[in-house]
């Protein structure tokens, strides 16, 4: 593994690679130390979790990190951004962790020659991939489930923005689930084969192990969103979230939008900080593999 960019470049021994990894540094049985590497992150979106927990994993790795700030740098100054990596190369970076809302940069720079070799991680490109958080969400259900055979998923909220959704409709397909999708209908994007679509929530809803709700990304929304009818015909609620579903969220939470906030008082809802909590131990492991291969 040289770079993570995406779920699809990931085969399913990789992914339960990384689970096993992860689940040791999680136990403590697995110690590592990178104090030879150097790893940047370079976020071009916003990010709480995304960006704390990788700071947090390359720390407990005994990695060096670096901040990059888009802001103060030279790209202000007119530098591009793959000279700007070439540079952060030669000074001696090994591995860049980047957010950028750009569906298809971060797959370019991985593939151009540089300094000495760097490798990518996708912390989330535009609206199509979040690999480390379809990993992290992966990590947090088959910790609970163990066996996934037959379990169904029901993902819901604005699935056409949401790279969170691609990605884990990508991983969670190689594996024997039901994935289901329910959005009103200009939210449901483009269809995946495999994949059924709900626009009513009862039936969407019905038997769900798992109800996986997601943001309503305003900031890539260009049509109007009426928000009244959607919280009236997708809100979560009290009375329709299915007894004992384990209710996920990546997180930021619109709260009293997608989920009624004393939802999140609930048991079920107790898994959407554990999903940030993991969130440390999977970018442990996707790091520790990504720079062990380099020789770090
Ligand atoms: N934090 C997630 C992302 O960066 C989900 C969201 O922003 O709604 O894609």
Redesign the pocket.
Request: glycine share 14%; net charge positive; hydrophobic share 15%.
């Given at each position: 593994m040289k770079h993570l960019l995406d779920i699809s470049n990931l085969t399913i021994d990789e992914i339960n690679q990384i689970y096993a990894r992860a689940s040791e540094f999680e136990k403590g049985i697995r110690k590592s130390n990178h104090i030879n590497a150097h790893v940047a992150t370079m976020f071009f979106e916003n990010?709480t979790?995304?960006k704390m927990s990788f700071e947090m994993a390359i720390n407990k790795l005994n990695a060096n990190k670096y901040d990059f700030c888009a802001e103060t740098s030279s790209l202000n100054k007119g530098e591009d951004l793959y000279d700007t990596i070439n540079n952060l190369s030669a000074i001696g970076v090994n591995a860049i962790v980047m957010r950028h809302s750009d569906n298809d940069l971060i797959k370019e720079l991985a593939q151009k020659k540089y300094y000495q070799d760097v490798s990518f991680v996708n912390a989330?490109s535009g609206t199509n991939a979040?690999p480390t958080?379809a990993l992290l969400d992966y990590y947090t259900i088959k910790k609970h489930f163990l066996n996934l055979d037959d379990k169904i998923i029901t993902i819901v909220g604005d699935i056409a923005h949401?790279?969170?959704a691609m990605s884990n409709i990508a991983l969670l397909k190689n594996f024997n689930m039901k994935i289901r999708c329910l959005a009103p209908e200009n939210l449901i994007g483009e269809k995946i084969e495999g994949v059924e679509y709900y626009t009513n929530l009862k039936d969407a809803f019905e038997n769900a192990d798992i109800i996986m709700a997601?943001?309503i990304?305003k900031e890539r929304i260009q049509e109007h969103i009426d928000i009244d009818s959607y919280i009236q015909n997708y809100q979560i609620t009290k009375d329709n979230l299915p007894y004992a579903a384990f209710l996920m969220h990546?997180?930021?939470i619109n709260k009293d939008i997608e989920i009624a906030s004393d939802v999140l008082e609930m048991q079920n809802a107790k898994t959407i900080l554990n999903q940030a909590r993991n969130g440390v131990f999977v970018r442990m492991a996707i790091l520790d593999m990504l720079l062990s291969a380099q020789g770090l």
């Open positions: 990010s979790r995304t989330g979040h958080q949401s790279r969170v997601l943001r990304q990546p997180g930021p």
